[in-house]
């Protein structure tokens, strides 16, 4: 038994064998999808697709119009950065199982800290940069099973960071390509593959970031007033560096890491991303046959540019309306390979974001930028006070929690709970945390919803062997930056939560849900639809409402 719709078809052929209940022949179950394609827009926020919704006319329009929204879509963990969203998208994991706590934490082996996809043991292919792999995932994913289920299912992942086509791609992924922004190549690694494909190394001889070399971003829309209309003024003091506010936005000289860098920070590098994405669809031969087969791709642009911007400027709207046509351009090419019925789509964010500090404090809400080093200060002054003359107490801080040095704290006799309590205390009264959790706060019965409505979230994002000792979380709207300007992420807090989840396909029921779900339901639910028994997790259910037949 399968899944749950073998069990009632088997249930129904049992009752009167070869007749539906009206005497006629029982219809045949459709083909099912031969190519997923999974789409990851990062640091996109739900309001987006009601925001602009009047404006969209390309993919944004056609899942509006013909898609499963799921409007009350929101991450049940609390670490709300890339590589834990990209790790839950196709795993149905949390942290607590994935082990996938931040884009980086302090190994206590190797004494320092680590990316979420460092991997010692590979080399980069196409060019110079990061040997990276899901080594340091837990765990399974819907390819992962796909590929064992289905011998000759493909799973692909394509984005600007390692980390989202990675994850997204799992441990038995047939490759993962990502951006290096230190050439401004697209590049892989030897846990994929030898060496890179030649239809990359043709991409990148291309050198397509030096063609926008010197060049502008500008307004796609001739219209300043539709832009004023649906984002405000475009010069806000403290977006980005507080200086590069304005449109257009000039891009540094070609051949330079600064425009390798900046480069990220434009809709182009979406353009960029979507080649390589389609490239890689066919020379993968992705939805070719009737084995169906994965491509996710994680569109990043929009992360950068929200981090400098924000989620009300006229830099994201401007940047939502080109992803618009990008992902027209990406969902024509599916079907066209796949078939439009045999086809399916996803989209969904690895996080959200919260508006501009100052916006914020303009409606009239407590919010400020934190210091990550106030926070760092204030905890090591009342270590020193509390245990005069003791040393190495703090491992590594990563703001604003802390590691500990257990052996160094056993070697000088004191206790870990005096030490971990020192520094709560010292948070605390900062008045920019509102609570802090140790792992003792994990041990037990947890507490209530009504005593901490977060407590659940902050547990999820827990893994004992790569999490802090020290976790803080700070109030809502404060916002973690050493920056004058921009905004960010990683709260438990809804803004930093909360994401657009849509269904496109042939048995998808086009229309709005309003029962509450989250990114973990996508695995197991894309599960049911490609006929495989992928467990819950840390799912919750399986999105059968939107299921025809």
């Known amino acids: 038994m399968r899944n749950a719709l073998l069990v009632a078809a088997l249930a129904l052929a049992l009752a009167s064998p070869g007749r539906g209940q009206t005497g006629l022949p029982a219809a045949p179950a459709p083909p099912g999808p031969r190519l997923v394609v999974v789409v990851s827009v990062d640091q996109m926020r739900y309001d987006y697709l009601v925001r602009f919704k009047p404006l969209f006319t390309g993919g944004f329009r056609t899942l509006i119009d013909r898609g499963a929204i799921f409007s009350n879509a929101r991450y049940r963990h609390a670490n709300c950065e890339t590589g834990p969203g990209h790790s839950v998208i196709l795993s149905g994991r949390n942290a607590w199982q994935s082990g996938i706590v931040a884009n980086s934490w302090f190994d206590s082996e190797l004494l320092r800290t680590v990316n979420v996809v460092d991997d010692p043991t590979v080399l980069p292919v196409g060019g110079p940069g990061r040997g990276a792999s899901p080594a340091n995932f837990v765990g399974f994913t819907l390819g992962d099973v796909l590929k064992h289920t289905r011998p000759g299912a493909k799973v692909v992942g394509v984005s600007m960071k390692d980390r989202a086509a990675i994850l997204m791609a799992g441990p038995r992924g047939d490759a993962a390509y990502w951006y290096e922004q230190a050439t401004g190549e697209f590049i892989s690694s030897t846990y994929y593959m030898k060496s890179a494909p030649p239809w990359l190394d043709q991409i990148n001889r291309r050198r397509v970031p030096d063609s926008y070399g010197g060049k502008s971003w500008t307004r796609l829309a001739d219209d300043p007033g539709l832009y ?57 031969g992705l ?58 789509m996803v ?3 690895d996080h959200s974001v919260m508006p501009l500090v100052e916006s914020l404090q303009k409606q009239g809400l407590e919010a400020r930028r934190v210091s990550p080093g106030s926070l760092q200060a204030a905890g090591m002054k009342a270590l020193e006070a509390r245990f005069p003359g003791a040393r190495d107490i703090v491992a590594s801080y990563l703001a604003p929690d802390f590691y500990l040095n257990l052996d160094s704290i056993a070697r000088q006799g004191l206790r870990r709970k005096d030490v971990e309590q020192t520094l709560a205390d010292a948070l605390l009264a900062t008045g920019d945390v509102a609570k802090v959790y140790t792992a003792s706060s994990f041990a037990g019965e947890p507490p209530s919803p009504s005593e901490d409505p977060y407590f659940d979230p902050v547990r999820r994002s827990y893994f004992a062997p790569r999490s802090p000792h020290v976790i803080a979380r700070l109030k809502e709207y404060m916002y973690l ?13 809804e803004y930093d939560r909360h994401v657009p989840l849509v269904f496109l396909g042939s048995r998808i029921k086009a229309g709005t849900y309003e029962l509450e779900t989250g990114p973990e339901d996508i695995a197991p639910t894309l599960g049911l639809l490609l006929g495989i028994d992928y467990p819950l997790q840390d799912a919750r259910r399986r999105l059968t409402e939107m299921i025809q037949n």
Not at 302 to 307: E, F, L
Not at 481 to 493: F, R, V, W
């Open 481 to 493: 930056t050493s920056y004058p300007g921009g905004t960010g992420h990683g709260s438990s807090y």
């Open 228 to 284: 004023l209309k649906y984002a405000g003024e475009d010069n806000v003091p403290t977006e980005a560096d507080t200086k590069n506010t304005t449109f257009p936005h000039a891009l540094p000289a070609a051949g330079t890491p600064a425009l390798y860098d900046s480069f990220r920070r434009t809709p182009f590098m979406d353009e960029l991303t979507l080649d390589v994405a389609l490239q890689a669809m066919n020379a993968h």
């Open 347 to 349: 989209l969904t964010a």
């Open 287 to 344: 939805g070719e046959d009737e084995v169906p087969d994965v491509l996710a791709v994680g569109f990043s642009a929009t992360d950068v540019i929200g981090h400098a911007f924000g989620p009300d400027s006229q830099e994201m709207l401007d940047q939502l309306l080109r992803l618009d046509r990008i992902l027209k351009r990406l969902l024509d090419a599916a079907e066209a390979k796949a078939g439009a019925s045999r086809t399916l």
